[in-house]
């Protein structure tokens, strides 16, 4: 380099007298030669939020830096910059996985909320608790920004040994240096302040390091917690919208995605029919062919109907009947065949002709009934062979002969389902029991008016929260008291017709009823194209049966509605109870009826019933009504049943209430409402009338009580009181305990942080020394 | 090697970090005592591979040193405003929110739970299992996946990203005339792709008695011959800058998928029955045997199963998301170890250096 350097100064000429030091002058030629780039280095605007222009040009430079840097071109500033891409890509990945994951819409959304929150956090936390309060306090922008030469974007006090202060203009520099109070009359004052913003930055820097892991998490989780119901009060809105548009559709609109999934669907089930051609239609491919047609339609009803008609194509060509009965004959021991009467015999024959093997088990069952079992076990496995045997000996039905009618079937069984999913969804975003849907929202939002109509309150929901029920009888007794009665009745009334305008449920059931009307006639008359599956229109929409798929989907929706609705009702019901208790009607009125039973009346049982009326108001579910309050809890021997049920839904049920409404204009309505629910609660659940089909009576009786299904559970009677509020008071508890510790905590931080950045920027001993020089010198 | 110091063993890059003073001083030293004190001056390459427990031994030294100081040195110099903070301290700091904040994100899903009540602490208590977790599996794959990519390429062309070297810094004074104030920093010999310290990598007996032995070393593993090796380090110089940034661009882009990877694998729900109440486990530590073996077994069961869930989940958009998922982060470490290990330039020479360099070489400068 001395060399270069050397060639280069061609005339050197320095005059170092003693007389006067004069300026070297160096005459350099620059003929042909290369002269160091141009600084080009400038401050970018000092700004608190960047801009979405700016943030998009970025991230594209940062898409081109990795295709660099993939041919391994980047430099470390790219590489730096690729990193935080990165990153977050990754979250977002990571998001995106846990979303999928996730079966509710609400949670899926929250996945991306608190991805989001938590690079807003981590960006929002320094720029409002530092940067923009030292910014304002004493000039210096901390995360000032300036570009290279390179043109590369960087942070101007990233690095406290490299600050480029000399970037800013003389006015920038007095205008930082009078914010942070630096005395104009010092000499060399630019330094000062350069010094002085230097080392602010440097705090300030040190400070976000040293917050940012405590804000960054806390920040993020209190906007998600804050963020939670308009994301759901969103989704709610546009599931409402879209199933809506859907429904007036009538299914019928298919995008570009559904008329591929139908297409895919179509081409997939042609393949099965090919591939299983000759495969005779025995039980197991019943099985299968009813799961690939109607496996998608969510219906019992529907599955089992088209497994019927198809096992019934099965019997039109099978079989040697003979054959089969005279083996299964052979098999069974003389014995029990002479154990049977004629009629057992006549019905074990037509079995065996059937080919059923329950019904043969369920024969054999009762005629070698006792300890007997091993040997019937023995000889049901002896006929399924044997079944099995028969079946692929012997000339019978197969997949092929149907082919075309099959692949028609699952055309319209498509169809259906597309059209019925519609349905169903329209149903379940309003009222399902699901989060997230209209009915649960709605129940939501009025939950803290009705806490506070029930002046339930901090501690109590507290206390509720662990489950003390006596709380909630002490209460109900002082508002059943005096005046309080009348108020509450009336706080209550208004909660119905607030919840009955939202909610316009008559409106939604007629959409439903015709909706369901709708689909189900367009399947039958689809169906009856095809004569060998025209068996499955009974099942479908049948004015004589009940149990059609029709009835099905009307009464669910139904059910759910009075089911909210009954919770409203309930509640009034139980003021009603409370009320007439504090009246003392309800002793007469269970003295009366003990005595008509021909029952003592004894004090300690008359008290007992009060309780019981009570605590089935409080506690008492779908399940414990159609166990006729023989459950846990309740124990309630017949005749006592009858009494309470008598109390409680009988001709003196809301006599108060209707003085209390009187005075009211909607009062007719809501009496009106509360009427239609006391019947409909004593024909459906007391009497077991109408309604209550075989299925329902199944799942309420069988699956409910072992499990915690809750739309069995509720769907009649509603939550139980004591449900609801525990469940409300629960979650407001919980919630409110969590805000507290982390609304608290950041609260803290913030204040601490906000404090130590006041004293940030002070006065260094040096300037300090300057300054009183200054002032001394004058 | 022209030896202009008199100091043996010491090569002129050496020098070049050292300020003039420090230089004058080492040169004027005569006696022993003197010289091993201008030895010690120099920045050090810590060698990872000396004896087996080496990489252990001098990770932790190196990453305890570092934690240390970012939570205790740095900020106090840092809150001071002292002129003396770099941007290795900023950096250094950095581990402090990112070890806070994953504390703080496992106590903000389980410290309000003790205060529910016991259905919902249990619930939650399961959710917080997860999240705990992984917070933990994020940070450990992270850390563990970059070496997916940086291993490979270590043993095929023998460039170790992690060759970290200790470097000592002479302060200024902060309050006087206070003087020998010395800092350790630890960095990468390969941090930074624009200016990586190949002084140091000159004449290190480690590799050789050659000077240049490093070099030649590499330049072997990138498949040049012996009679090939004049001016290895010219050679190989741009080679291992090109490898160094698809290896750093790679094992980056690969180690966020798979944090995110194992995040997804904590989230599996074999981990909700594991029971890991560490108070209780930390106050048995004597019984280590009786408290961890049992622990680790039923962990490591839970782990296997939750993998297996991971891939292979009941529903089929879980499914689906977890092999793409896992199928990103293993695409981009296979691509990444292709694309770090294969020399694109064997024939024609790297292009790197010259497209990155900011001068252009071919042209005459003018200093002025």
Redesign the interface.
């Known amino acids: 380099m001395g060399n270069v350097l050397n060639s280069i100064i061609i005339n050197k000429n320095v005059n170092n007298t003693r007389a006067g030091i004069k300026k070297p002058v160096f005459t350099i030629d620059t003929t042909g030669k290369v002269k160091p780039k141009e600084d080009k280095a400038k401050l970018l605007p000092s700004r608190i939020f960047g801009s979405p222009v700016e943030y998009v040009k970025d991230l594209k430079q940062d898409v081109v830096n990795i295709g660099r840097a993939a041919k391994g071109k980047a430099n470390d500033h790219e590489l730096g910059r690729i990193n935080d891409l990165a990153m977050k890509l990754g979250s977002l990945g990571l998001a995106a996985y846990l979303a999928v994951k996730n079966p509710l819409k609400m949670s899926k959304a929250m996945e991306f909320v608190g991805f989001t929150t938590f690079f807003t956090s981590m960006a929002l936390w320094p720029k409002l608790t530092i940067q923009a309060p030292l910014k304002a306090r004493t000039g210096v922008d901390i995360h000032q920004k300036y570009i290279d030469s390179q043109g590369r974007k960087k942070m101007l006090y990233q690095d406290p040994q490299y600050v480029l202060t000399d970037l800013y203009s003389k006015e920038d520099l007095e205008k930082i240096g009078d914010k942070l109070g630096v005395n104009k009359n010092l000499p060399d004052r630019d330094n000062f302040i350069k010094q002085r913003a230097q080392k602010t930055a440097l705090q300030g820097n040190t400070l976000w390091m040293m917050t940012a892991g405590f804000a960054t998490p806390l920040m993020s989780a209190l906007m998600c917690n804050r963020l939670e119901k308009p994301v759901n009060y969103l989704i709610e809105k546009l599931n409402l919208r879209t199933s809506q548009n859907a429904f007036d559709n009538n299914g019928l609109y298919q995008g570009f995605l559904d008329k591929l999934k139908q297409r895919i669907a179509n081409a997939r089930f042609n393949k099965f029919i090919s591939k299983n051609m000759n495969k005779p239609l025995n039980t197991e491919m019943v099985s299968q062919l009813s799961e690939e047609i109607a496996g998608r339609a969510n219906s019992a009803v529907y599955k089992d109907a088209v497994a019927q008609n198809l096992s019934a194509l099965r019997k039109a060509f099978t079989i040697d009947n003979d054959f089969v009965i005279n083996a299964v004959k052979a098999k069974i021991p003389a014995s029990s065949i002479e154990a049977m009467n004629s009629v057992q015999k006549e019905a074990l024959e037509s079995a065996i002709k059937e080919g059923s093997l329950s019904k043969i088990a369920k024969i054999l069952a009762q005629t070698t009934a006792g300890g007997r079992r091993q040997e019937t076990q023995k000889l049901e496995n002896t006929i399924l062979k044997l079944l099995k045997r028969a079946e692929a000996t012997n000339s019978q039905a197969t997949v092929g002969d149907f082919a075309n009618e099959l692949k028609s079937l699952f055309e319209i069984s498509f169809d259906f389902t597309t059209r019925k999913n519609v349905l169903d969804r329209f149903i379940s975003e309003r009222v399902g029991d699901k989060s997230g849907s209209y009915i649960a929202n709605q129940w939501d939002r009025v939950g803290n008016q009705l806490m506070k109509a029930l002046k339930l309150k901090g501690r109590d929901l507290k206390a509720l929260s662990e489950g003390n029920v006596d709380l909630l009888n002490d209460r109900l007794i002082s508002l059943a008291h005096g005046s309080n009665y009348d108020s509450t009745v009336e706080k209550l009334m208004n909660l119905i017709n607030q919840y009955e305008e939202t909610t316009g449920e008559k409106s939604f059931i007629q959409k439903v009823q015709n909706g369901a009307k709708r689909i189900c006639k367009e399947v039958q008359n689809n169906l009856l194209k095809i004569p060998e599956f025209a068996g499955i229109t009974d099942v479908i929409s049948s004015e004589a049966q009940k149990g059609t798929l029709e009835n099905t989907i009307n009464q669910f929706a139904q059910e759910r509605v009075q089911g909210a609705a009954s919770s409203f009702y309930r509640l009034i019901q139980t003021l009603d109870l409370y009320k007439r208790i504090e009246q003392g009607s309800i002793k007469q009125q269970l003295e009366e009826l003990l005595s008509k039973q021909g029952q003592s009346i004894e004090p300690e049982k008359v008290a007992r019933l009060i309780q019981a009326c009570k605590d089935i108001m409080l506690k008492a579910t779908t399940t414990d009504h159609v166990e006729k309050l023989t459950t846990t809890g309740f124990n309630l021997s017949k005749e006592e049943y009858k009494i309470v049920m008598e109390v409680l839904f009988g001709d003196k049920a809301g006599e108060t209430i209707k003085s209390a409404l009187n005075s009211s204009e909607t009062g007719p309505k809501i009496m009106n409402g509360f009427m239609n629910y006391l019947n409909s609660f004593k024909e459906n659940v007391i009497n077991w009338k109408n309604g209550m089909t075989p299925d329902i009576q199944r799942r309420v009786l069988k699956d409910a009580p072992n499990s915690s299904n809750s739309a069995i559970r509720n769907n009649l009677v509603g939550k139980s009181i004591k449900d609801y509020v525990k469940d409300f008071a629960q979650q407001r508890s919980n919630s409110l305990k969590w805000l507290k510790i982390f609304g608290i905590s950041m609260a803290v931080l913030t204040g601490v942080t906000l404090a130590a950045g006041l004293l940030i920027g002070r006065k260094s001993k040096i300037e300090q020394q300057a300054e009183e020089e200054s002032k001394v010198n004058g | 090697m022209v030896n202009l110091t008199g100091v043996e063993n010491k090569n002129i890059n050496s020098y070049k970090i050292k300020s003039f003073g420090q230089s004058e001083k080492a040169d004027s030293s005569k006696d022993n005592k003197t010289k091993k004190e201008s030895q010690s001056h120099q920045d050090n390459i810590i060698l990872h591979n000396k004896t087996i427990f080496s990489p252990v031994k001098n990770t932790a030294k190196i990453q305890g040193n570092r934690l240390i100081n970012a939570f205790t040195k ?2 106090i110099k ?6 003396n ?3 290795y301290e ?1 950096l250094t ?2 581990t ?6 994953s ?3 496992m ?2 899903f389980t ?2 739970s003790k ?3 016991t ?2 602490a249990q619930k939650s208590l399961k959710v917080n299992k997860k999240v705990a977790l992984g917070v933990a599996a994020y940070g450990v794959m992270k850390t563990i996946s970059k070496k997916f990519i940086q291993i490979p390429v270590k043993l095929v062309r023998g460039v170790d990203e992690n060759l970290a070297y200790e470097k000592k810094i002479y302060e200024l004074p902060e309050k006087g005339n206070e003087d020998n104030l010395i800092s350790k920093e630890y960095h990468k010999i390969f941090e ?3 200016f990586p310290r190949w002084d140091l990598l000159y004449g290190d007996s480690y590799y050789g008695k050659e000077r240049t032995a490093f070099y030649n070393k590499i330049a072997k593993k990138y498949g040049f011959k012996d009679e090939e090796l004049e001016q290895a380090d010219q050679k190989v110089k741009p080679k291992i ?3 160094l ?2 290896t ?2 790679f094992s ?2 690969s ?3 798979w ?2 990877t194992g ?2 694998i904590a ?1 599996q729900k074999p981990f909700e029955n594991v029971i890991f109440n560490p108070k209780t486990r930390l106050n048995q530590y004597k019984n280590y045997r009786e408290t961890y073996t049992p622990f680790l077994k039923e962990f490591g069961e839970a782990l296997v199963k939750s993998c297996k869930e991971f891939v292979n ?1 009941s ?1 089929k ?2 499914r ?3 092999r793409t ?1 896992l199928g ?1 982060a293993v695409g981009l470490t296979l691509l990444g170890n292709f ?1 770090s290990i294969k020399d ?1 330039n064997k024939d024609k020479g ?3 250096h010259a ?2 360099s ?1 001068i ?1 070489e071919s ?6």
Request: proline letters at 4%; aromatic letters at 12%.
């Open positions: 740095y900020p840092g809150f001071k405003g002292s002129k903070a770099n941007f900023f700091m950095g402090v929110p990112y070890l806070i904040g504390g703080m994100l106590a903000v410290a309000a205060f529910f009540d259905p919902s930074s792709v624009d800058k090109e490898t940034i698809k750093k661009l980056t882009l180690s966020y998928i944090a995110a995040v997804g989230m989940n529903s958009s879980a689906i998301a977890g998922l990103c694309l694109f790297s292009k790197t497209s990155t900011l252009d042209k005459e400068k003018v200093m002025c």
